[in-house]
């Protein structure tokens, strides 16, 4: 029809624009290696901050005893406790609640806040029993997963940098948020310390570690992405001699920050332009779940306009940032009948326009267009991280069983992405080495890896 013929360069020319050959991967994954080198030689040496953990030892299943884990990364926390029993009996028990902080918490003080975490926690600590059982004359050791940007500056300490996701809650930035919670627990009269401070991705490390001593690098695609290794500490030069007893040492990478070749088009630097952090995170404005949904609305307004690809009418929904969410556009992949019966109906309903058959074709490989260049340039970004480990230490990596463990809801609930993330690895890599190389789901594996790692760093051991 009149309509799409009209869309069509739109189409031919974001096809181009996002195009992901060979070659381009290729030096995705250089610069990815590059990157991570020169974050790794001097604070603030590149794009990415490679991050020191302070985790230098990772869960090896022989862990034992009760320990407890916090996870506070946006609106809801989660509090979760588990009974290791070593390396026979492995996880006894685990249960966990999740409470979610009332909205002017957010916005109120300090004090106020970690009160009422260490409250919600005090309560899930009393309703301990059955196969929970703490040694007497110990404390309670928790493992806290906190998602916000932290200046960590031991195992067990780090300074709040700031609140991002909503949060503005005053009165913490530049304090030890382990003091902070650690003095809202004394104040409610709960008996724990928090001995392990982590970051989500490398909580996700530790917790798929504890099943499979094969396990090397985590990576999160769910609302923004993230990736953390285990890293050799002779290969980090910014740690002017701070010795770790193993060796090896877990880089949080923040690698959504990398932007070093990625193929971006007038779309998503429209929306970076309007976003609350323009010119920073673009790898995660091109991979992440945040992003593809809106990715795609913005070249389905141009369709409108320019090819008037919905009929003469463009609603406001359509116009609305943010009116397509990247669940939505994986819905519409999943369509398989014959009238793309189920596109129009999600079209309908998240942006309000009509659409025939020949216009909904269209809308589908827009999305697979977004999420083809998505998927692969995370994929590329993983063989970056393997490579580099592979250029310090020859076979670390490549030739023998590897495991890349990840999270999060797009990987999770995108298999199209899912897919092309794999095929880019392979494709890279080639058959022999990409052989080696399991890419594995390791779910919700974050919450447990606190506790675990609760327990490796223990007082008591
Ligand atoms: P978060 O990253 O927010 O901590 P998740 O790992 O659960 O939490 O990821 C949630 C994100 O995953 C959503 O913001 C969305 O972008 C993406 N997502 C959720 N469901 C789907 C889906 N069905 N298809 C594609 N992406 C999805």
Request: charged fraction near 25%.
């Amino acid at each position: 029809t009149l309509s799409t013929a009209a869309a069509l360069p739109v189409l031919t020319k974001l096809q181009h624009d996002c195009a992901t050959p060979l070659p381009l991967l290729r030096n995705i994954a250089d610069n990815m290696a590059a990157d991570m080198r020169a974050g790794l030689a001097v604070d603030g040496g590149s794009d990415l901050k490679m991050i020191l953990s302070y985790v230098d030892s990772l869960p090896t299943g022989h862990e034992r005893g009760l320990f407890y884990a916090l996870d506070l990364g946006g609106t809801n926390f989660r509090v979760l406790r588990t009974q290791l029993g070593g390396r026979d009996e492995r996880v006894i028990d685990t249960e966990f609640e999740q409470v979610s902080i009332p909205q002017d918490l957010m916005s109120g003080t300090s004090d106020e806040l970690f009160d009422f975490i260490a409250s919600a926690l005090a309560k899930f600590v009393k309703k301990e029993g059955g196969k929970f059982v703490l040694p007497n004359g110990r404390s309670r050791e928790t493992g806290f997963t906190f998602s916000f940007p932290v200046k960590q500056t031991s195992i067990d300490s780090g300074i709040l940098i700031k609140w991002t996701k909503g949060f503005s809650v005053s009165g913490t930035p530049g304090k030890d948020i382990v003091a902070c919670l650690n003095e809202a627990m004394g104040r409610q009269g709960l008996d724990m310390r928090v001995s392990a401070l982590v970051n989500d991705t490398v909580a996700t490390l530790a917790g798929a570690r504890y099943w499979d001593d094969d396990v090397m690098v985590a990576v999160i695609l769910g609302t923004g992405t993230n990736a953390c290794y285990v890293e050799s500490v002779e290969a980090i030069p910014k740690l002017q001699g701070r010795k770790s007893t193993y060796g090896k040492t877990i880089i949080n990478t923040e690698w959504g920050a990398f932007s070093n070749g990625l193929p971006l088009t007038e779309y998503d630097r429209a929306m970076d332009a309007e976003s609350i952090n323009p010119g920073e995170q673009l790898y995660e404005k091109t991979i992440s779940g945040m992003y593809l949904g809106e990715i795609v609305r913005r070249v389905l307004v141009r369709m409108a306009e320019t090819g008037s690809l919905f009929g003469k009418h463009i609603p406001e929904k359509l116009q609305t940032p943010f009116a397509l969410g990247t669940p939505n556009i994986s819905s519409m992949q999943q369509d398989t009948s014959e009238d793309l019966e189920a596109v129009g109906s999600i079209l309908y309903e998240a942006t309000g326009v009509d659409s025939n058959l020949d216009a909904r074709k269209m809308v589908v490989e827009v999305c697979d267009t977004i999420a083809k260049r998505g998927g692969r340039l995370a994929g590329a970004g993983i063989v970056g991280i393997l490579q580099k480990m592979e250029e310090d230490s020859k076979g670390v990596v490549f030739g023998k069983r590897m495991v890349v463990a990840m999270d999060g809801g797009l990987y999770e609930h995108y298999p199209q992405y899912k897919r092309y993330l794999k095929n880019a690895v392979a494709e890279l890599l080639g058959p022999e080495l990409s052989s080696h190389v399991v890419i594995e789901h390791s779910k919700d594996g974050s919450g447990i890896g606190a506790a675990l790692l609760a327990a490796t760093n223990s007082i008591y051991e």
